[in-house]
């Protein structure tokens, strides 16, 4: 989990529970040193457990709910199915920090495979409404990418969303390393015909860290077939 941000960072925390009667419930808090609650979320994923597992919960930290300088300590209490609850546990601290460090980034700067960081269909990055367009970029995220990315078409300041059909790195990936991206997507019916339009890719890290709008390439929208 990132152990520093400003208020609004999503912070993924991992902790574990046990018991001898089954656990059904969990609370996970994150509190001040003069013990103020900035946030408490119930756990909705905890199933049955009774031997150790692995908990992974997302909180995101109130937007102006602390101070700079802040640290907040995080705290998880669990319940089992008698309704016994076990006491509030300390599973880490959390710093209310200016900025947020280790944005994921989209590198368009071929590392060590050559593959262009250009939407195409071809080698010239156009294609007919309809058809199917891929587009290879690469991605670094230091905490592990999460989905898939999110592409647009951009011209003259008008943005037109575009629906990955599929991708070629799905779910989370290992954190520090960078990674060939290749997703696909059909040109949608609100483009222009003749337009050139930039192409721009956005990925999300674990804890849904947003990288910047990149541009990643240009599509070139051809005539509709004439045979």
Same mark, same amino acid.
């Given at each position: 989990?990132?152990?520093?941000?400003?208020?609004?960072?999503?912070?993924?925390?991992?902790?574990?529970?046990?018991?001898?009667?089954?656990?059904?419930?969990?609370?996970?808090?994150?509190?001040?040193?003069?013990?103020?609650?900035?946030?408490?979320?119930?756990?909705?994923?905890?199933?049955?457990?009774?031997?150790?597992?692995?908990?992974?919960?997302?909180?995101?930290?109130?937007?102006?709910?602390?101070?700079?300088?802040?640290?907040?300590?995080?705290?998880?209490?669990?319940?089992?199915?008698?309704?016994?609850?076990?006491?509030?546990?300390?599973?880490?601290?959390?710093? =209310?920090?200016?900025?947020?460090?280790?944005?994921?980034?989209?590198?368009?700067?071929?590392?060590?495979?050559?593959?262009?960081?250009?939407?195409?269909?071809?080698?010239?990055?156009?294609?007919?409404?309809?058809?199917?367009?891929?587009?290879?970029?690469?991605?670094?995220?230091?905490?592990?990418?999460?989905? =898939?990315?999110?592409?647009?078409?951009?011209?003259?300041?008008?943005?037109?969303?575009?629906?990955?059909?599929?991708?070629?790195?799905?779910?989370?990936?290992?954190?520090?390393?960078?990674?060939?991206?290749?997703?696909?997507?059909?040109?949608?019916?609100?483009?222009?015909?003749?337009?050139?339009?930039?192409?721009?890719?956005?990925?999300?890290?674990?804890?849904?860290?947003?990288?910047?709008?990149?541009?990643?390439?240009?599509?070139?929208?051809?005539?509709?077939?004439?045979?």
């Amino acid at each position: 989990m990132p152990a520093a941000g400003p208020t609004s960072t999503t912070v993924g925390v991992r902790y574990a529970l046990s018991d001898d009667v089954l656990v059904n419930a969990a609370v996970l808090r994150f509190i001040k040193s003069d013990g103020t609650v900035v946030v408490e979320q119930n756990n909705s994923t905890v199933g049955n457990v009774r031997t150790s597992a692995l908990q992974i919960q997302k909180v995101v930290i109130p937007p102006g709910s602390a101070n700079i300088g802040d640290v907040l300590t995080i705290q998880v209490r669990a319940t089992d199915a008698t309704g016994k609850s076990s006491p509030w546990t300390s599973v880490g601290t959390f710093t =209310i920090a200016a900025d947020i460090p280790d944005y994921p980034t989209i590198d368009l700067i071929n590392v060590t495979t050559p593959i262009s960081p250009v939407a195409t269909s071809g080698s010239g990055g156009q294609g007919r409404v309809g058809s199917t367009i891929t587009t290879n970029f690469v991605t670094f995220a230091s905490r592990g990418s999460d989905g =898939i990315p999110t592409l647009k078409l951009v011209i003259a300041g008008i943005e037109i969303p575009l629906t990955v059909t599929s991708n070629g790195v799905i779910g989370y990936q290992v954190g520090g390393t960078r990674t060939i991206r290749s997703a696909n997507f059909a040109i949608p019916q609100s483009v222009v015909v003749g337009t050139t339009y930039s192409v721009k890719a956005q990925i999300t890290d674990y804890y849904d860290y947003k990288s910047v709008w990149t541009d990643i390439g240009t599509l070139t929208v051809l005539p509709p077939y004439t045979p």
